[in-house]
């Protein structure tokens, strides 16, 4: 599985953004889906999944009630909607794909985007 995000770029404090994360291959409703950022000097930390059918999901409690995300296995999309953001926001978020299982612990997920800056300002 190939993972390209996209969407990212430059929102003031309180705007909104949504990223997208396009997959390749013919399995990707059999895969969860994950984001996660790193901010700079900071550790990868843990978005936001979604399950196989995109019954299931799980937030980090930073953003709880802030974001949601959501898939299109139709169109081999995950997407991350991002709103009423704050300057501590501010990271590089990947998406990634993970065959066995879901969660919040990068050790799930098999496969990684190559990220895309999200830069909110105050």
């Known amino acids: 599985v190939q993972l390209q995000a996209s969407g990212g770029g430059l929102v003031q404090a309180g705007g909104s953004l949504r990223l997208s994360c396009a997959a390749s291959g013919r399995t990707f409703s059999s895969y969860a889906m994950g984001w996660f950022r790193q901010a700079p000097g900071k550790e990868r930390e843990f978005v936001a999944v979604i399950g196989w059918s995109g019954g299931l999901t799980y937030y980090a409690d930073s953003v709880k009630d802030r974001f949601a995300i959501a898939r299109d296995n139709a169109k081999n999309a995950v997407y991350l909607h991002m709103n009423s953001l704050k300057p501590e926001d501010m990271a590089v978020y990947y998406c990634?794909?993970?065959?066995?299982?879901?969660?919040?612990?990068?050790?799930?997920?098999?496969?990684w985007g190559q990220g895309t800056q999200v830069t909110v300002s105050s």
């Open positions: 990634a794909a993970g065959s066995t299982g879901w969660g919040s612990s990068e050790s799930v997920y098999d496969y």
